[in-house]
């Protein structure tokens, strides 16, 4: 695989990307570099699979026939964060707050009585 295949991989991307608006559905992120195209309905897993071998095809699909209904593009932290939110689905109860790292409280008692 030399050097134009990946070239022409990466225009066939950027193509398909601004098929699909060319920019994060939630945030706006629009540098293609972090972009990513997802499966709104979570059915990527099967095509997931068949991607090693049908990249190109698979963008091409979505550059002939941008479905909005069933891809957007997420931006690689807002991907991430849909992920981990799908998880956290059946822990709710765990708390999504970010952690708090506190100092230490001073230790009190120590009266100067010396
Ligand atoms: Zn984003």
Not at 48 to 53: A, D, E, F, I, M
Request: one cysteine or more.
């Amino acid at each position: 695989m030399g050097k134009q295949t990946v070239e022409y991989r990466r225009r066939i991307r950027i193509k398909a990307l601004q098929a699909l608006g060319g920019k994060c559905a939630r945030c706006g992120f629009d540098d293609w570099r972090a972009l990513q195209i997802d499966h709104i309905n979570g059915g990527g897993t099967r095509e997931r699979r068949n991607r090693k071998q049908g990249t190109i095809s698979y963008y091409l699909e979505i550059i002939k026939n941008p479905d909005k209904n069933k891809y957007q593009i997420l931006c690689a932290n807002c991907n991430w964060i849909k992920r981990y939110e799908e998880r956290e689905d059946y822990r709710r109860d765990q708390s999504t707050e970010p952690v708090q790292v506190r100092p230490r409280e001073q230790e009190k008692g120590g009266t100067d009585e010396g």
